[in-house]
Each structure stands twice: as structure tokens, then as C-alpha cells.
């Protein structure tokens, strides 16, 4: 009996010990997308006033504003900037790290450029502005679209059961206004950001503190070019230069139908009923996406009603920064940033995602 009581008081799981985020300076609100005209993907000017579109797009998606970088700033800059916040906070020697993994989609985009510049990886940039000198510290990037840092998480997750390593920085790093088409309606979703934790693989006390369970799915063969690069809604621009582009209506849809059904299966994994859910924290791509996404999730249990603030948002403010969005909410939630919630030792969370490729992940976490 004492050998059991050991067994679970001692039981190893990944647990955060360190969070950090990076929310970039300038503030682009709706207004300032009313400047100029809007075109279809077929180069046709949009009629309605860009006024009613911005208002339009804000009934739908939630989002007022969102941030963009300065200038003279990239995305791993900023991720190395939310990296040394994570690592302040969880008190690890930087040099004791294993590896440290950067997920983001387009790399390095200068300022008035559009091409993405990955070598060397972000991570190993991130690497050498922490000054890391242990040359067993492997730096590495991740390209899964949106649940990048979800699934760097569920990496880290496999290489700590394998014995492969035992502490890790995951960051996630995005500067989606440097690829973005400004006559392209959908350009107003994105925005810049980058989040960090470090995650280590050690004793998770009594309470069972940590990763209790993961989900994927990926959908390439119908879904796959839901999300991608294409030219310029502008009649008469360069054909050859190459901007993100979604079918909103497409994601939607998609997203409706498969995410919950992850999030349940995560869920099942981990051995957790809905009712112990405290938080979900959900990729901020669409306010109206992701609360649909939630009362679905919910739907699947034959539960009508959702519990009071299950859900914090971020997207009013700081816009869908793609692989940052989660782990930047994360951050704020923890350190009481947000209003109307908290996080108290125990509780049960959910993270999930969803994003190009079409790809979809989900992580169940124990506080």
C-alpha cells in the first residue's frame, strides 16, 4: 500500500513552470481599415461602404482592434523576448534547457517585404539571443499552422516519455501583418504576438499536476488549401507576389464539425468528465467560431448550457495571432491580466486549436 501511495505522490507529468508573452505596441483599430476599398478574390470591387464592412466584420468575429509590431522588430525577435519572460519566471538556468522549439508559419518577413527568411530556424535565433552555449540544447521549428504550439507541446510531451528530455522552452511567434492583403476583407482577423512556456517533465505532486491526455487530426485531403498564399485582391497587382488568404466560410464549417469531436476525445484520454472542466482556451480565430466550437463541444455530452466564464477571450483586442494566440491567453490568465478569470491549483483546463493544413489538436492540462 505505502509503495502505491509513493508511486501516485511521485508520479511524472509536464507541467509549466514558466510562462511569457510579448503583445506588440501598435494598435490597429477597425477604422484605420476604412481608408481604401475592399475586392473580391476575383478583383471586383466590394460596393458596401468600407465603414459597414468593418462593422460587419466586427459582429462577426469580435475583434475591435489588434496589435502589430514596430518596424524595426521580427517574429523572433519577439520571441525571444517572451522566451527570457518564461524563463525569468520559472527560474531554470537557460543552459539546462533540452530544447527549445518555435512555432510559427512565415518565419522572419521584413518590413515591406513579403518574403519569409526561416534560415537560420527561429529557434536557433532564440537560441543565441538567450546566449545558450550548451550545445546539447536543440533548437528547432514547427510548421502546423495555427495549433503549432499545441503541437510542439504534444512533441515535448512524446520526447519527456521517452527519455529524450526533460525540459523544454515551446514558444510560439507570429507577424501576420507582414503578409497580410489590405484589400482583402480577411486581412482585419490577423495580427502579431508571441507566447512562451517552459515546460518540464518532474514529480506533479498530490494534486496530479500537469499534461493528463492530447488528441490530432488532420484533414489534407479535401481541407487542405482552406488556408493559403494567393495574389492580391487588387485588380492589376503583381501576380507573383503572394499574401495569406482563407475561405472564411470553408474554416468555419470545418472547424464546427471537427474540433469538438477532438476536444471530446481529448478529454476521454485524459479520464476527465466535462463537469471538471474550469477553463478552455481556445484558439482566438473568431468569437462567434469559437463559442460555436464550445457549445458544440458541450452538445456532444447533451448539455445545452455552458458554465459561467469557461471561456476567456482575447481576440477583442489583440486579434487571431495564429500560434501565439493561445499561449499569450494562457499568460494573461495566469497572472490575473484578464478580467472575471482565474486559475486556482487543481483546476481542470482544455486547450485547442485549429488551423491550416486543415489541422486540429487539443491538450487537457490539470493546474
Known sequence: MFNLIYSVITMLR?????????????????ADFTLHRFYTEGHAPIETAPQE??????????????????????????????SRLAIAESGVDPETLDQIIVAHNFGNVNINS?????????????????????????????????PGWLQALIQVESYFKAGIAK???????????????????????????AGAC??????????????LGTAVRSHSLDAAYYIYMGESNLPDSDPTVRYLKMKGRKVYEYALKHVPEAMKECLERSGVAIQELKKIFIHQANEKMDEAIVKELYKLYGLMELPENI???????????SVATIPTLYDLVRKGKLQDHVLNEGDIILFASVGAGMNINAVCYRY
Open 14 to 30: 509536464s507541467v509549466f513552470t514558466g510562462t511569457g508573452c510579448y503583445i506588440p505596441s501598435e494598435i490597429k483599430r477597425n
Open 167 to 193: 525540459r523544454c522552452l515551446v514558444v510560439g511567434t507570429e507577424t501576420l501583418s507582414r503578409v497580410l492583403d489590405e484589400y482583402d476583407r480577411d486581412s482585419m482577423i490577423f495580427s502579431d504576438g
Open 311 to 321: 471561456m476567456p477571450m482575447s481576440i477583442h483586442w489583440l486579434g487571431n495571432s
Open 53 to 82: 464592412v468593418a462593422e460587419k466584420f466586427k459582429q462577426i468575429t469580435g475583434i475591435e482592434e489588434r496589435r502589430y509590431i514596430a518596424a524595426d522588430l521580427n517574429a523572433s525577435d519577439i520571441a525571444s523576448i517572451a
Open 198 to 211: 517552459v515546460i518540464e517533465y518532474q514529480d506533479s505532486g498530490v494534486k496530479g499536476s500537469g499534461i
Open 114 to 146: 513579403i518574403q519569409s527568411d526561416a534560415v537560420p530556424a527561429l529557434a536557433a535565433r532564440v537560441k543565441h539571443d538567450l546566449g545558450i552555449l550548451n550545445s546539447s540544447c536543440i533548437p528547432y521549428d514547427i510548421l502546423f499552422g495555427c
